[in-house]
Every structure is written in C-alpha cells, then in structure tokens.
C-alpha cells in the first residue's frame, strides 16, 4: 500500500526553529520527525511513501539520497506551487500513479494510531474516504467531525467555535482514500480537503470516521515540539523510546526531563530542564534552561537563562549573565 505523506508546509509558527529546514526534518529524541512517521507506516506495511514537498524539498532529498527512510521506499514528488491539501495530495496521487487504496497523513503528527484497524474500518464501511478521529478538551482549534451510530460523517466543521462544536473528536490527520476521490479534486488551483474535498463527499455519503483512543500529538508550535520530544524520552509515547542524552554534562551540572543532542556540552553548575538541545551546543557554567529550545551550535554564557519557552535559533549566541524568557531568537518574521 502506497501513504501520501504532507510535508509542504512552511512550519511559520515554528520560526526561528524551520528557518532553515522544513518541520519535517526537525530532531524528535534524536531522529527527524519525518522517520517516526515513516516508521510508524511501516510497522503497518505501507511498502511505499511518496512524500508532498514544497518548502525545503532538498532537505529531504540531501537526507535521504537513497530514497529509503525507516526502512520504507520513498517518492519525492515537489508541488510546482502551493496547491492546498487536497491539491497536494490530486498532485502526488497523479504523479505516484495511485490506483489502489491509498493513505494520506499529514506529516507533523505523531500518533500510536492502529492504521490496520483504520484501514479494515474503512473496507468494512464500503468508505470512499475515511478519516480518523481523536478526541480533544479544545476542539476549536481543529476540524470537527460528527458522525452518526454507522461511523458515516455527517458533517464537517473547520475550527468552530469552542462553544458552539458539535462534538469533541476532531479531524486526527490520518485518512485512507480510494481512487475515486482523486477525481474529485479541482486541478491546477488551490484546494481545502477539510473545506471542498470532505464537505463533498459527506454530501455523497461516502465519508466515514473511526475514533481512536491512543496517542496523538500535533507539533505544530515550540511547546508541543518540546512535549513530542520529552513523551519520546519519558516513555509517555507507548513503543517509542529513545537515549535522551548523547552530549557530554558535567559531573555537577543538572538535566531533568530534557533530550541533549551529540556533541553538545553541559557545564558544572548548569541547569536544564524540560528542554531539547540539539546538537553541537555549549550551556555554560551555572547556565539555566528550562522549557526551551536550542537549535545547534547555540552557545550559552556562563549564568545566563533560557526560560519561559524560549527558542534559540541555529549559532546564536546568549552573553553570559543574560536572561531571555519567551522570546524567539531571532524573532519570527
């Protein structure tokens, strides 16, 4: 089975972290982003991945020139202009040749999600899409999705008021599709899967949803990255583990909850704690980070901090003694 994964974004509410590569490529525990995806695909038997470029397609590229990542085969298929989700996925489907039973994710989201379950759900209901669906405290932010007592969608809601949502599953990022919808799709314009694609087909009543109750995490800001990276290390991601320190601290220094990348020092007398240091980076004497984010080769002054969420992007330096609380350096554009 062949898994269109979206990986075009250009991860703005990320900066100063995907200034220079996509979301995608960023270290969760170590590994990019992108591997626990493909992996977790995998794991499931999808013996292909055609992944959806547009911001940064090198990146991928440079990383894995032999189009194998996770021990699964890729496709690199490059939208020629911003298409919008359900473009993208027309986009890849069309140059991949999907002809079959297809799945789509959406490639900043981990998730222990069954996807053989999701897959038999969705044969099953004789579905010509099927999305998963996750259960949130705050749907707002999300595309709801009500079902009825068969798992056919009935409605489709983008980001409804708090208030106002009529249910709390929401869109999880995860979809198996046939062929068929493909044809749906507009081509050569942007276009919506939560808003023309989906709306379409639950007119047809062809649109099913399975709810799933398991891990899910959307890493689409610095303090859920921070969260994917220390439920990988604390084991609070059932299945994925991983070393949380590969630098060198100090015998005095303090690092709790925190992932350390190669290369990276920590000195006597430093503190870190519920952070992700990537590689290559200095946390000087008596230094404090906490709930923040070091891109490589940042070097930390003696005494400084680094706190309250802050992100330090690649190479910058923090003069010792300095405090820096919630800030991005250097800021987003």
């Given at each position: 089975?062949?898994?269109?994964?979206?990986?075009?974004?250009?991860?703005?509410?990320?900066?100063?972290?995907?200034?220079?590569?996509?979301?995608?490529?960023?270290?969760?525990?170590?590994?990019?982003?992108?591997?626990?995806?493909?992996?977790r695909l995998g794991d499931f038997g999808v013996d292909e991945v055609v992944l959806s470029l547009g911001y940064r397609p090198d990146a991928f590229v440079e990383a894995y020139p032999d189009q194998v990542c996770a021990g699964v085969a890729l496709r690199y298929v490059t939208e020629p202009e911003p298409l919008g989700t359900a473009g993208a996925v027309r986009f890849a489907a069309v140059e991949a040749g999907v002809d079959e039973t297809f799945l789509v994710l959406n490639g900043d989201v981990l998730t222990n999600l069954d996807i053989g379950a999701l897959i038999q759900f969705h044969r099953d209901a004789g579905a010509e899409g099927t999305i998963?669906?996750?259960?949130?405290?705050?749907?707002?932010?999300?595309?709801?999705?009500?079902?009825?007592?068969?798992?056919?969608?009935?409605?489709?809601?983008?980001?409804?008021?708090?208030?106002?949502?009529?249910?709390?599953?929401?869109?999880?990022?995860?979809?198996?599709?046939?062929?068929?919808?493909?044809?749906?799709?507009?081509?050569?314009?942007?276009?919506?899967?939560?808003?023309?694609?989906?709306?379409?087909?639950?007119?047809?009543?062809?649109?099913?949803?399975?709810?799933?109750?398991?891990?899910?995490?959307?890493?689409?800001?610095?303090?859920?990255?921070?969260?994917?990276?220390?439920?990988?290390?604390?084991?609070?991601?059932?299945?994925?583990?991983?070393?949380?320190?590969?630098?060198?601290?100090?015998?005095?220094?303090?690092?709790?909850?925190?992932?350390?990348?190669?290369?990276?020092?920590?000195?006597?007398?430093?503190?870190?704690?519920?952070?992700?240091?990537?590689?290559?980076?200095?946390?000087?004497?008596?230094?404090?980070?906490?709930?923040?984010?070091?891109?490589?080769?940042?070097?930390?002054?003696?005494?400084?901090?680094?706190?309250?969420?802050?992100?330090?992007?690649?190479?910058?330096?923090?003069?010792?003694?300095?405090?820096?609380?919630?800030?991005?350096?250097?800021?987003?554009?």
């Amino acid at each position: 089975m062949k898994a269109l994964v979206l990986v075009g974004g250009f991860g703005t509410r990320l900066r100063p972290l995907t200034l220079s590569r996509p979301k995608q490529m960023l270290p969760i525990a170590g590994s990019p982003m992108i591997e626990w995806v493909v992996g977790r695909l995998g794991d499931f038997g999808v013996d292909e991945v055609v992944l959806s470029l547009g911001y940064r397609p090198d990146a991928f590229v440079e990383a894995y020139p032999d189009q194998v990542c996770a021990g699964v085969a890729l496709r690199y298929v490059t939208e020629p202009e911003p298409l919008g989700t359900a473009g993208a996925v027309r986009f890849a489907a069309v140059e991949a040749g999907v002809d079959e039973t297809f799945l789509v994710l959406n490639g900043d989201v981990l998730t222990n999600l069954d996807i053989g379950a999701l897959i038999q759900f969705h044969r099953d209901a004789g579905a010509e899409g099927t999305i998963a669906l996750q259960r949130v405290d705050d749907p707002s932010a999300f595309g709801v999705v009500p079902t009825d007592d068969d798992g056919r969608v009935v409605a489709f809601v983008e980001k409804p008021p708090r208030d106002e949502a009529p249910t709390d599953f929401i869109n999880a990022g995860t979809y198996v599709l046939e062929p068929s919808v493909i044809d749906t799709i507009p081509e050569g314009r942007q276009v919506s899967i939560e808003r023309e694609t989906f709306p379409a087909l639950v007119e047809r009543g062809s649109l099913y949803a399975m709810a799933a109750d398991t891990y899910w995490l959307d890493t689409g800001t610095p303090e859920l990255y921070i969260r994917a990276n220390l439920d990988v290390i604390t084991g609070r991601r059932q299945g994925a583990s991983a070393v949380a320190v590969q630098g060198d601290v100090a015998d005095s220094a303090r690092v709790v909850e925190s992932v350390v990348g190669t290369g990276s020092t920590i000195a006597s007398g430093a503190s870190v704690s519920g952070s992700v240091i990537m590689n290559e980076v200095s946390v000087g004497v008596d230094a404090v980070v906490a709930d923040s984010i070091l891109m490589d080769g940042v070097v930390v002054g003696a005494g400084a901090e680094i706190v309250d969420g802050s992100v330090i992007g690649a190479g910058q330096h923090i003069e010792a003694g300095r405090r820096v609380a919630a800030e991005r350096i250097p800021p987003p554009e």
